[in-house]
């Protein structure tokens, strides 16, 4: 089974920074991780792409986060980093780390196949 642990998460005031983390587990072989995602949702809202990165390289970013977020990857130890800077009220929301064995950068959930649980970031203003 994989398994990603998402943790780093809690409460910062706006112009804060956070940086989330994500551990991946339990792959093998047959399920190769070539990217990873952030993404985020908040209470009655749809969950949203935040940022992803391919293995080894490649980033992208949703345009609301982009000069603030920084995604990062520690390839050897199967983590991915979310830096969070210049952190806004409406940034709050539970974000969650997603991994694929596809390549290619995708801003789409369906293209992601395992997620973890979540990590919750609260912005006060």
């Known amino acids: 089974q994989v398994q990603l642990v998402e943790s780093g998460g809690g409460l910062v005031q706006a112009g804060g920074s956070l940086k989330l983390s994500c551990a991946a587990s339990?792959?093998?072989?047959?399920?190769?991780?070539?990217?990873m995602g952030w993404f985020r949702q908040a209470p009655g809202k749809e969950r949203e792409f935040v940022a992803a990165?391919?293995?080894?390289?490649?980033?992208y970013y949703a345009e609301s986060v982009k000069g603030r977020f920084t995604i990062s990857a520690d390839h050897a130890n199967d983590t991915v980093y979310l830096e969070m800077n210049s952190l806004k009220p409406e940034d709050t929301a539970i974000y969650y780390c997603?991994?694929?064995?596809?390549?290619?950068?995708?801003?789409?959930?369906?293209?992601?196949?395992?997620w973890g649980q979540g990590t919750q970031v609260t912005v006060s203003s």
């Open positions: 990165i391919t293995w080894p390289h490649h980033t």
């Open positions: 339990g792959h093998t072989f047959s399920f190769v991780i070539l990217k």
């Open positions: 997603a991994t694929s064995a596809r390549g290619g950068i995708s801003a789409r959930g369906g293209e992601y196949d395992y």
